[in-house]
C-alpha cells in the first residue's frame, strides 16, 4: 500500500462524518463528503480540481476539509479561480472553514508541491438556496452595515450608521425566509449603532447551525448581509 493511500486512510475519518451535533438542523441526506488527492506532476502549483459542485437552488457549507501539507500549499478555489482559503506548512492540518459556496458554484483544490499526489478529506452539507422570502436587494442608502465574525461560532456583532433618525428594523432570517430573532426595533438617533445577537432564537434556543441573513431596515434604506453560523 503506498504511502499518500495510508496517509489517506488515516486523514478521512477525521472528516468525511460531519458531527449531527454541529449541524442538528440539517438532514443527513443533505451531508456531503469525500476522500481525493491533487496531482502534483511537477515542482509548482497545480491546477485546482474540481471537488464539488453545488446543485441548482442550493448552497453549499463547506464544514470540515483535512489534507496533507508536504512543505508546500493547499488552496481552496471557487470556480477555481476565486481564492477562499489558503494554509502553508508542512505538517497535516485540519480545518473547521463555514465556507459557503452558492448555487451552481464549484469548490475545488488545488496544491502547490514537488510532485506527486497530495491526499484531502472534505465535508460539508447543502440547503436550500431560494430566498424569496428576504428579499436581498439594497435601496438607498448603504447605512454602512457590517457583521463579524463570519462564520460565527458565538456572538454576531452588527454596525450600522445612520445619517439621521430614522425607524429601524435588524432581523435574524434562516434559509426558509423564517425570521428567527429581532436584534432592534424602534427610533434611533443619528450615528454609529453596534447590536449583537447572542446566536438565540427568539423562544430563547440556541440557533441551529447554518446559513442566516441579517436583514436591516430603515426608512433611510436597506440592506442583507449573509452569514454561517457554527455551533
Known amino acids: 500500500m503506498s504511502r499518500c493511500l495510508l496517509v489517506l486512510l488515516v486523514l478521512c475519518p477525521l472528516t468525511i462524518t460531519p458531527s449531527i451535533a454541529a449541524a442538528?438542523?440539517?438532514?443527513?441526506?443533505?451531508?456531503?463528503?469525500?476522500?481525493?488527492?491533487?496531482?502534483?506532476?511537477t515542482c509548482g502549483m497545480s491546477p485546482a480540481k474540481d471537488v464539488f459542485t453545488v446543485p441548482a437552488g442550493q448552497v453549499f457549507v463547506l464544514t470540515d476539509f483535512s489534507g496533507v501539507k508536504p512543505q508546500g500549499t493547499l488552496s481552496i478555489f471557487d470556480n477555481a479561480s476565486v481564492l477562499r482559503w489558503q494554509v502553508i506548512g508542512t505538517v497535516p492540518a485540519s480545518w473547521r472553514t463555514g465556507l459557503v459556496f452558492e448555487s451552481g458554484h464549484t469548490f475545488s483544490v488545488s496544491a502547490d508541491y514537488c510532485g506527486g499526489n497530495v491526499p484531502f478529506c472534505w465535508s460539508g452539507y447543502i440547503v436550500p438556496?431560494?430566498?424569496?422570502?428576504?428579499?436581498?436587494?439594497d435601496r438607498g442608502p448603504r447605512l454602512?452595515?457590517?457583521?463579524?465574525?463570519?462564520?460565527?461560532?458565538?456572538?454576531?456583532?452588527?454596525?450600522?450608521?445612520?445619517?439621521?433618525?430614522?425607524?429601524?428594523?435588524?432581523?435574524?432570517?434562516?434559509?426558509?425566509?423564517?425570521?428567527?430573532?429581532?436584534?432592534?426595533?424602534?427610533?434611533?438617533?443619528?450615528?454609529?449603532?453596534?447590536?449583537?445577537?447572542?446566536g438565540r432564537t427568539q423562544n430563547g434556543d440556541p440557533a441551529a447551525s447554518g446559513v442566516y441573513f441579517a436583514r436591516l431596515e430603515s426608512s433611510r434604506g436597506k440592506s442583507v448581509h449573509r452569514f454561517v453560523r457554527l455551533r
Open 129 to 137: 438556496g431560494g430566498m424569496s422570502a428576504v428579499p436581498l436587494e
Open 144 to 198: 454602512g452595515f457590517r457583521l463579524s465574525p463570519n462564520p460565527a461560532d458565538q456572538v454576531v456583532t452588527l454596525r450600522f450608521e445612520l445619517d439621521r433618525p430614522a425607524q429601524v428594523n435588524l432581523s435574524i432570517f434562516d434559509v426558509q425566509g423564517r425570521r428567527v430573532s429581532t436584534v432592534a426595533s424602534g427610533r434611533m438617533v443619528a450615528g454609529i449603532h453596534v447590536k449583537k445577537w447572542d
Open 24 to 41: 442538528q438542523w440539517v438532514s443527513p441526506a443533505d451531508f456531503r463528503g469525500g476522500a481525493d488527492s491533487v496531482l502534483v506532476p
